[in-house]
């Protein structure tokens, strides 16, 4: 064994974050020498809001070697093909954000570039008719996609709605059977090394002393070790994304669960809807400088399904990230190395994202700066490529019926975006840079979704023929409207497959 190999990881915080973090690194740190501790408090509550996903954490649970029915089952999980915004554009308008792609393309011209030249001439569906997960989902079907890329049902992508609490429970358990420490215990001091700066024990309440080569905090926003400790700085982006407060609240399902999550735009910014097997998920995100925490909170109450089964709670962020996620021997995963509001399902993502970063550039006890300086690079720029796609579903709007809609409309933008637009609203032309995680198909859904709509098309579609391009539309949309109808019904296909315990 090399002889700087870490052989302590202390992993402050536990939640979705904590045990992510300790159930990867448990399945995929297997050197015989390095041990993972997690410690955490049972009276530090976790934040529990990210309870919808994207696509990549099926790869995530996959490569763990979680059993995907088993999952489904312990967290009262749903499948998720999408997001419904809801007023976003115009009160009324609605538009399926859909996970898959759109179409088929054409001697490697994109599809939506296809349909763009054919609505300018004639009558067509709206885009998402050509998406399976997006008319799968607003007929609320439901089936894993194909392996045989021949197939209309490879195009279908999916995600889960699942609660994290249950779901940090489920991993907990794989975790601890792969060797993680749990130690309950709250952090009352941190000790750093009078020469280096770095990170060498934390203490808790108890008077333990917690000795580790690798921190690793997910203390939520704290930020316990890289802010409180390490005084590491944090870059504010509440000029672009200014929600800053969201009221949070469960209530009783009224039906069967539909497959997408719903996005309801509010006076001052917007509802969330969450179906689980046992319940909704609810919550109001909201600018207090135009919404009043009582007034939010009548909003979000005023608009359930059922009854409530918790009291509402009121939960405080600031739209954000770390100035470094990585700094000296500690690694900020999770809410602890920034927050954007929960509009597109991306915080679990970015445990996920930080997690698969970590590993790929893993330390040894000599800590090549090198290292660290990757990961913020790489870390930051998803985290700000992300923060442009939220703030074009703000940015693109005709609403002018409160103070807060006419800010975020008339708002100045990063040049990052700017740029985006510009390229789109010409000749819808989308590229994606190094490690986007949104890709040509999730921009072009939101940027068609909120109004802007291309003046001209790509001219490599003119090489095909106005009667090449009805057919192909024709047997398109022919194609998927088919195969949704033959899917079996969401609530039918969880109930055969991996229904959860009744509660």
Avoid at 46 to 51: A, F, H, L, T, W
Avoid at 224 to 241: D, V
Avoid at 426 to 436: M, N, P, T
């Amino acid at each position: 064994m090399p002889p700087h190999t870490l052989d302590r990881i202390v992993i402050v915080g536990g939640g979705t974050a904590g045990w992510m973090t300790a159930a990867a690194l448990a399945r995929f740190v297997r050197n015989g020498r390095t041990k993972i501790r997690l410690v955490e408090s049972d009276e530090i509550g976790s934040v529990g809001v990210g309870e919808a996903t994207i696509p990549p954490i099926v790869a995530f649970n996959s490569l763990l070697g979680i059993d995907e029915r088993d999952f489904v089952k312990a967290t009262q999980a749903t499948y998720k093909l999408g997001i419904e915004f809801d007023g976003w554009l115009r009160e009324g308008e609605a538009y399926i954000h859909p996970f898959g792609d759109y179409g088929r393309d054409v001697d490697a011209i994109k599809f939506y570039q296809l349909w763009l030249k054919q609505r300018s001439k004639e009558a067509i569906p709206p885009l998402e008719a050509f998406c399976l997960s997006a008319v799968a989902a607003r007929k609320g079907r439901f089936a894993p996609p194909s392996p045989d890329p021949r197939s209309v049902l490879h195009t279908m992508a999916y995600a889960f709605h699942f609660d994290a609490t249950l779901y940090a429970a489920f991993l907990r358990k794989f975790a601890e059977a792969h060797g993680v420490q749990r130690t309950e215990g709250k952090v009352v001091d941190v000790n750093l090394n009078g020469a280096t700066g770095f990170i060498e024990s934390v203490t808790l309440q108890s008077g333990e002393v917690v000795q580790g080569d690798l921190f690793i905090d997910c203390s939520g926003f704290r930020g316990l070790l890289i802010e409180g400790a390490l005084e590491t700085g944090y870059e504010t982006w509440t000029h672009w994304l200014p929600c800053d407060r969201a009221v949070a609240v469960p209530c009783e399902a009224n039906g069967p669960p539909i497959p997408y999550t719903r996005a309801t735009a509010r006076r001052a910014g917007w509802q969330w809807r969450i179906p689980l097997q046992h319940r909704i998920g609810n919550g109001h995100v909201y600018c207090s400088a135009y919404e009043t925490d009582e007034a939010a909170r009548e909003t979000l109450l005023a608009n359930l399904d059922g009854a409530t089964t918790a009291e509402p709670r009121l939960l405080r962020f600031m739209t954000g990230r770390r100035r470094k996620f990585w700094n000296r021997n500690c690694v900020a995963i999770g809410l602890s190395g920034g927050f954007m509001e929960p509009l597109e399902s991306t915080s679990i993502h970015l445990i996920q994202a930080a997690i698969s970063k970590l590993i790929a550039l893993f330390p040894d006890k000599r800590f090549n700066p090198v290292e660290a300086s990757e990961f913020n690079r790489l870390t930051a720029m998803q985290f700000e490529q992300i923060r442009d796609f939220l703030i074009l579903h703000y940015k693109a709007t005709e609403r002018q019926d409160s103070g807060f809609w006419q800010y975020v409309r008339d708002m100045d933008i990063p040049d990052t975006l700017a740029t985006k637009i510009e390229l789109f609203r010409s000749k819808g032309r989308i590229f994606r840079f190094e490690d986007e995680l949104f890709g040509e198909a999730n921009w072009v859904s939101v940027l068609l979704g909120q109004g802007i709509v291309p003046s001209a098309w790509d001219p490599m579609v003119d090489s095909l023929s106005d009667a090449d391009l009805r057919r192909n539309t024709a047997q398109i949309y022919q194609a998927i409207q088919q195969t949704a109808e033959q899917l079996p019904r969401h609530e039918d296909f969880i109930q055969r497959f991996c229904a959860a315990e009744p509660v």
